[in-house]
């Protein structure tokens, strides 16, 4: 009984997370991991590409791939450091400004109707739940 529950829990999260992405991406006009990028440059003024892939979790290839694509939309901007030529700095544009204020404020729409229906406490036991996994999981690796 316990197996199944678990590929039940499993599967659910698996779906959910499908489905979150999508909509997520539908609502915002960003995906996830691009908002989480442009989030973290926006609370910087600018930074290196190395510190902002280590910082996100996100491979070097995609980092990469995002901000090249950003770059081209008038987004972000990059440059050599003039210190050390070896290291790219990153930074939002102006447009990159307004974009995030926009993206977050769908974002927040977004969570409104994902969370309709649940009351505070409910939201609050849920978070502390998420966190708890994620807890577990990353004690988990540790131990390996």
Partial sequence: ??????????????????QLISQFGHCTGVSPSRFRLLHKLYHVDEI??????????????????HLKQLEGDGIVTRRNNPDDNRF?????????RQEIVAYREEKILFMAQLLQGFSEEEQKLFSHMIERMRNNITKGRNEE
């Fill in 1 to 18: 009984m316990k197996d199944s529950m678990d590929n039940s829990i499993i599967d659910k999260l698996q779906n959910f997370y499908i």
């Fill in 48 to 65: 290196n590409q190395t510190t902002l892939q280590k910082e996100l979790q996100i491979d070097s290839a995609a980092i990469t791939r």
């Fill in 88 to 96: 790219t700095l990153v930074r939002l544009t102006e447009l990159g």
